[in-house]
């Protein structure tokens, strides 16, 4: 979180490569997964309030040619006496008249991957212009780490994921928030980072004998179970071999599954960290299973290789 020029906190995200701050109370409402090309977008109870797309390897020149572009458009489709050139200090933008609402547009090109942004402002009215401003300058490109890891923040998650994985799925419901990432080859690994609320509301037993009924339909061996602690929380370590099913389980192999899980001290959600790969004689190399930061702000960042190293 940080306090603006414009008396706003702001939360800070981090998608694709890619980072803002945003009000906390606007939430991700639309998203596409996509490296190459995607967007986000932002609401909050009134309504939509911001998107931000990217398209990397651009063959535009420049965001002014863009803007350019995108008024030539306008003036074809009938919107030309509607739409006027603006400008942000770094941003080139068009401004247009939507009904009953202004509708802003900035274009501006990140030259790592040639990245071209275009930042929509729903309704600008809506919308501080000090604060836009804060949010525009905020804009930022985040590369990959030393050793290649791509920095994740979104969705009340902190998390770091290996340059060999890409995003497959991401489930969001309300109290509850699950993406999975996915490394291809012949021997696939999925990486799963999950945060729940209400727990009192689903939980029953306790987390180890909840995280057990979960594998009650799933012929499964627990290899390795117990609690760690870590700046004051109890984490539960696992590793569990998940056994194939189906009419062709013979030909399958067995998958391990290795999982850290816990409730937050701080905010009382559930979180869950996990690595699975096909093949329980593998090899492994916890350094590369990526990492999971909750409300305390406490990393899973060496547990696994802490408890399971040397049994891989």
């Known amino acids: 979180?940080?306090?603006?020029?414009?008396?706003?906190?702001l939360s800070s995200c981090i998608w694709q490569g890619l980072g803002i701050s945003i009000p906390?109370?606007?939430?991700?409402?639309?998203?596409?997964?996509?490296?190459?090309?995607?967007?986000?977008?932002?609401?909050?109870?009134?309504?939509?309030?911001?998107?931000?797309?990217w398209q990397r390897q651009s063959s535009a020149r420049n965001a002014r040619e863009v803007c350019t572009d995108f008024l030539g458009k306008s003036s074809l489709a009938g919107e030309g006496d509607s739409s006027r050139r603006v400008k942000d200090r770094i941003w080139e933008g068009v401004e247009s008249r939507k009904e009953d609402r202004t509708e802003q547009r900035f274009f501006k090109i990140l030259p790592r991957e040639r990245c071209l942004l275009e930042a929509v402002v729903v309704d600008k009215n809506r919308?501080?212009?000090?604060?836009?401003?804060?949010?525009?300058?905020s804009v930022t490109d985040v590369p990959p780490g030393e050793q290649g890891e791509q920095a994740w923040r979104g969705f009340g998650m902190d998390f770091e994921v290996p340059y060999e994985f890409e995003i497959h799925k991401c489930s969001v419901l309300p109290g509850s928030t699950t993406i999975d990432f996915v490394e291809g080859g012949e021997q696939p690994?999925?990486?799963?980072?999950?945060?729940?609320?209400?727990?009192?509301?689903?939980?029953?037993?306790?987390?180890?004998?909840?995280?057990e009924s979960q594998w009650q339909k799933r012929l499964t061996k627990v290899v390795h179970s117990n609690f760690v602690n870590k700046d004051g929380i109890d984490i539960l370590v696992e590793e569990r071999h998940l056994?194939?099913?189906?009419?062709?389980?013979?030909?399958?192999?067995?998958?391990?599954?290795?999982s850290c899980?816990?409730?937050?001290?701080?905010?009382?959600?559930?979180?869950?960290?996990?690595?699975?790969?096909?093949?329980?004689?593998?090899?492994?190399?916890?350094?590369?299973?990526?990492?999971?930061?909750?409300?305390?702000?406490f990393t899973t960042k060496g547990i696994m290789e802490e408890v399971f190293h040397g049994e891989g």
């Open 127 to 137: 919308v501080k212009a000090k604060l836009m401003d804060e949010i525009l300058d």
């Open 1 to 9: 979180m940080k306090e603006t020029g414009a008396g706003t906190v």
């Open 24 to 53: 906390p109370e606007w939430e991700i409402l639309r998203f596409r997964k996509d490296y190459r090309s995607g967007f986000l977008l932002w609401a909050d109870r009134y309504g939509y309030r911001f998107q931000l797309s």
């Open 189 to 211: 690994s999925e990486l799963t980072y999950c945060r729940m609320g209400m727990v009192a509301h689903w939980m029953r037993g306790g987390l180890e004998n909840w995280w």
């Open 261 to 297: 899980l816990w409730i937050d001290s701080r905010d009382g959600r559930f979180y869950r960290h996990s690595f699975q790969r096909i093949g329980k004689s593998l090899e492994m190399d916890f350094s590369k299973v990526g990492s999971l930061s909750g409300g305390s702000g």
């Open 243 to 258: 056994k194939p099913e189906g009419a062709f389980g013979k030909l399958r192999r067995t998958r391990r599954l290795f």
